[in-house]
């Protein structure tokens, strides 16, 4: 399978304590998103990379949200210090630097916070 | 900035009705529009992509087509199966790359 892969699929921890996500994306792909969705919501936009610079981050991206891509392949979000209003399902995406923009999606990280 | 705004569920509809889901969408530019789909227990997958005015983007008997005067990108079939029970998202993706979605709108096929 060559598709997105996230790791953990699952994460429960408690209040203040910092957790960190995996993406793996498809291995052509230069571009990496990062979105947060929570239920009965559409999934919205928190960070991209194009290859290991992290071009852009949506406000919702507090300080104690940091993504890295170091060598332009896997990526990975940590927040510290977990509140309960972090938990969501936190999806990965990648894309060709050209064309349409068509993301693919990986199966996502579901946090929560206890 | 950008928005999409899309036709609130859930949709329960019988085996072999017609499906309509409304979308439209602000944006200051001229961005692709996208349908993606999630399926109970899956990821989002691209249903159909469209990049320009008057274009139709189609797939598994789906289709929408970008109308630039209507702000719309309406997604239609006519004829669903209990296999298209998933919740549907309307995006578009502009200059700036990002996707903005709608909420979603759940659909369920009884058969």
């Known amino acids: 399978d060559t598709g997105v892969s996230q790791d953990p699929r699952h994460k429960i921890t408690k209040r203040g304590q910092n957790v960190t996500f995996r993406c793996d994306p498809i291995s052509e792909h230069n571009r990496l998103y990062w979105y947060r969705q929570t239920l009965g919501q559409g999934p919205e936009f928190l960070t991209y990379f194009q290859n290991e610079a992290q071009l852009e981050k949506s406000r919702l991206l507090s300080d104690r949200f940091s993504a890295e891509r170091p060598k332009g392949s896997f990526s990975t979000l940590e927040i510290q210090r977990t509140e309960q209003g972090d938990s969501a399902m936190y999806l990965c995406a990648s894309s060709f630097q050209d064309g349409p923009n068509e993301q693919f999606f990986g199966p996502g990280t579901r946090l929560t916070v206890l | 900035g950008n928005s999409v705004t899309q036709m609130e569920g859930p949709v329960t509809l019988s085996e072999e009705a017609f499906l309509t889901i409304n979308c439209t969408y602000t944006?200051?530019?001229?961005?692709?529009l996208f349908w993606y789909v999630q399926y109970p227990g899956e990821g989002l997958q691209l249903l159909l992509k469209a990049t320009k005015a008057d274009d139709k983007g189609s797939n598994k008997g789906f289709e929408a087509t970008y109308r630039k005067e209507t702000t719309s990108f309406h997604l239609e079939k006519g004829s669903v199966q209990v296999s298209d029970s998933a919740v549907y998202f309307c995006a578009l993706s502009d200059s700036d790359y990002k996707l903005s979605f709608g909420a979603g709108t759940t659909v369920t096929v009884r058969a």
């Open positions: 944006a200051t530019g001229y961005p692709s």
